[in-house]
């Protein structure tokens, strides 16, 4: 599997927005798109007001799609679940700097379960939030809608706080990705890759159109 840099354009499409009823054929259906990544996002109905799925979804598409799994914790308790998501396959879990967890802890068993770690946080969470674990994540996730649903319009506010984690990271010399999550589309993505973005998380703009992968080409264009 291609090894990405943080100078690397990556798009993930979220499995959010693809249709339930043939999950199988819509991840052969991402990767025939070139999409680099898939994003999986996991609600427990209590960190956010939906449910999504569980690791035994994941571990089935995992077992039978070769592309990197991107997941996306949104629940209170990660470490309840991590080592079930670790088994299913994922190769990179990200926790909500949010979420009642003692941080330090979720990124060591992710990284002991093999996986790459990454720490997200809400639209109107700080960066100095993530600030202590910045220099040992391998991604920042910075949501751009309030995590909960596919579909929601993009929160322009956020783009000062990437362009901080941007200089944060080369002032500091390290190498996380920026990820972004939430209403990312063609109509923003510049904007996005401008404020020192580099994974793009797209679900309505990528599942839902017409021509899925001329929409991932346009948002790897910019
Ligand atoms: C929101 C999820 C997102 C969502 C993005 O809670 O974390 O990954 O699926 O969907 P779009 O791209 O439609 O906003
Ligand atoms: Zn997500």
């Known amino acids: 599997m291609k ?6 354009r990556i798009i993930a499409p979220s499995l959010l927005a693809a249709d339930f009823t043939k999950l199988g054929d819509e991840v052969s259906r991402a990767i025939n798109a070139k999409a680099d990544w898939l994003h999986l996002d996991i609600m427990d109905g209590h960190f956010v007001p939906n449910v999504s799925f569980g690791p035994d979804v994941v571990a089935q598409l995992h077992e039978n799609n070769d592309i990197f799994f991107d ?3 949104m629940l209170s308790h990660p470490d309840q679940y991590i080592p079930a998501f670790l088994k299913a396959g994922a190769d990179l879990i990200s926790v909500h700097v949010e979420a009642e967890h003692d941080m330090a802890k979720s990124l060591e068993m992710i990284r ?13 969470t700080p ?18 809608v309030y995590p909960g649903f596919g579909g929601q319009k993009f929160m322009p506010e956020v783009l000062p706080k990437i362009a ?24 923003n993505v510049a904007q996005l890759y401008e404020a020192g973005a580099n994974a793009i998380v797209a679900g309505s703009t990528t599942f839902k159109a017409p021509d899925m992968a001329q929409a991932i ?4 264009l910019g």
């Open 127 to 144: 960066l100095e939030a993530a600030k202590p674990w910045l220099d040992q994540v391998d991604l920042l996730l910075c949501m751009t």
């Open 71 to 73: 997941v996306h914790l």
């Open 164 to 187: 901080k984690a941007r200089d944060y990271r080369e002032q500091n010399n390290l190498n996380y990705h920026i990820e972004v999550d939430g209403g990312a589309g063609p109509a």
């Open 112 to 124: 002991a379960g093999g996986a790459k770690t990454g720490i997200v946080i809400n639209p109107d």
């Open 3 to 8: 090894k990405f840099t943080k100078n690397d």
């Open 217 to 220: 080409e346009e948002i790897r």
